[in-house]
């Protein structure tokens, strides 16, 4: 129940906390711990009305309680990045690190460019542009993660022993369908049916494995052009609408690629929906 949780954070605040000991401490103190007591209580009930019940005071919980989810959120992320990266080849390490260390370079001769005009960048230009910035990062890690996984999986699983299997499944079908009914039988039979869609399964998925491997890789390269485009800015000063136009289009346009990604999550383990993005790029303050 809303109320009641917002009640309850009332009462364990440490102010409150606070005020109740020292209101019963006082009473027993005063020696009149009969009086004292029931005023402690009914004025504890009346602030915890007040302020459960209060519009400004539950915004402050709700504020709370969702910067602490997204902080648990964005550790996770950082740690499942931090992971991810680790298990990639070195050739693809390098790959990842290379374009990080150009967007690092470009922001850095932006900042100089800036300080040698005079001119301080944008706040709100840099915010955006540093969002953008790690959610390409973020879902290039993703892409380069999803072709290893991809390469692991080719590796391990060919088409003509899926095949194979199913063949052999068919045929074993074949032969229990032909026997005398009985529950035997017919248990085994739907054991061989469920057998032969599983398979037929694995091939769809093997399919759909091998035509989305080359789009991982087109994916790649476009995303390294999108990425240093938009790291490219930071040499020029950008207005808000621009950049925020910018950062929208890049969204819209890796929306088919994060499909893409959340199909494949039986090979890669990965989910592209409903995430925190991890703060790849470090932040920076921007003094006026």
Same mark, same amino acid.
């Given at each position: 129940?809303q109320?009641?949780r917002?009640?309850?954070?009332?009462f364990?605040?440490?102010w409150?906390?606070? /005020?109740?000991?020292? *209101?019963i401490?006082f009473?027993?103190?005063?020696?009149?711990p009969e009086?004292?007591?029931p005023?402690?209580?009914?004025a504890?009930?009346?602030?915890?009305?007040f302020? *459960?019940t209060h519009?400004?005071?539950? !915004?402050?919980?709700?504020?709370?309680?969702n910067?602490?989810v997204?902080s648990? &959120?964005?550790?996770a992320s950082?740690e499942?990045?931090r992971?991810?990266f680790a298990?990639?080849p070195?050739g693809l390490q390098n790959r %990842?690190?290379e374009? +990080?260390?150009q967007c690092?370079e470009?922001?850095?001769?932006?900042?100089g %460019?800036h300080a040698?005009?005079s001119?301080?960048e =944008?706040?709100t230009?840099a915010?955006?542009?540093?969002?953008g910035? =790690?959610k390409?990062?973020?879902?290039?890690?993703k892409l +380069?993660?999803?072709?290893?996984?991809?390469n692991?999986? %080719?590796?391990t699983?060919?088409?003509? !022993?899926?095949?194979h299997?199913l063949?052999?499944v068919q045929?074993?079908?074949k032969?229990?369908?032909q026997k005398?009914e *009985?529950s035997?039988? =017919?248990?085994i039979?739907a054991?061989?049916?469920d057998?032969?869609?599983t398979?037929?399964?694995?091939?769809?998925n093997?399919g759909?494995?091998r &035509?989305s491997?080359?789009?991982?890789r087109?994916?790649? !390269?476009?995303?390294?052009t999108r990425?240093r485009?938009?790291?490219?800015?930071?040499?020029?000063? *950008? =207005?808000?609408?621009t950049?925020?136009?910018q950062? &929208?289009?890049?969204?819209?346009?890796?929306a088919e690629?994060?499909?893409t990604l959340?199909d494949?999550k039986f090979?890669? /383990?990965?989910?592209s929906f409903?995430?925190t993005?991890?703060?790849?790029l470090?932040? !920076?303050?921007v003094?006026q």
């Amino acid at each position: 129940m809303q109320l009641f949780r917002y009640i309850r954070k009332a009462f364990v605040n440490h102010w409150n906390l606070l /005020g109740v000991v020292g *209101g019963i401490g006082f009473s027993v103190l005063s020696g009149r711990p009969e009086i004292g007591l029931p005023l402690v209580a009914a004025a504890e009930v009346a602030w915890l009305g007040f302020v *459960g019940t209060h519009p400004r005071f539950q !915004q402050y919980v709700d504020v709370t309680e969702n910067e602490a989810v997204r902080s648990q &959120d964005a550790a996770a992320s950082d740690e499942r990045m931090r992971k991810m990266f680790a298990a990639l080849p070195r050739g693809l390490q390098n790959r %990842f690190t290379e374009l +990080l260390k150009q967007c690092h370079e470009l922001r850095a001769i932006g900042q100089g %460019f800036h300080a040698a005009s005079s001119t301080a960048e =944008d706040g709100t230009v840099a915010e955006l542009r540093s969002n953008g910035l =790690d959610k390409l990062l973020w879902l290039y890690l993703k892409l +380069l993660y999803t072709e290893y996984s991809l390469n692991r999986f %080719f590796e391990t699983t060919s088409l003509e !022993q899926i095949q194979h299997g199913l063949k052999q499944v068919q045929e074993r079908l074949k032969q229990e369908q032909q026997k005398p009914e *009985g529950s035997q039988r =017919d248990r085994i039979i739907a054991t061989l049916q469920d057998n032969v869609v599983t398979c037929e399964q694995r091939v769809a998925n093997f399919g759909q494995a091998r &035509d989305s491997y080359e789009l991982v890789r087109a994916e790649q !390269q476009r995303l390294e052009t999108r990425i240093r485009s938009l790291a490219e800015m930071s040499i020029s000063q *950008g =207005d808000p609408g621009t950049i925020s136009s910018q950062v &929208d289009s890049v969204a819209g346009s890796v929306a088919e690629t994060e499909k893409t990604l959340e199909d494949l999550k039986f090979v890669t /383990g990965l989910s592209s929906f409903d995430e925190t993005v991890p703060e790849i790029l470090p932040r !920076q303050k921007v003094t006026q």
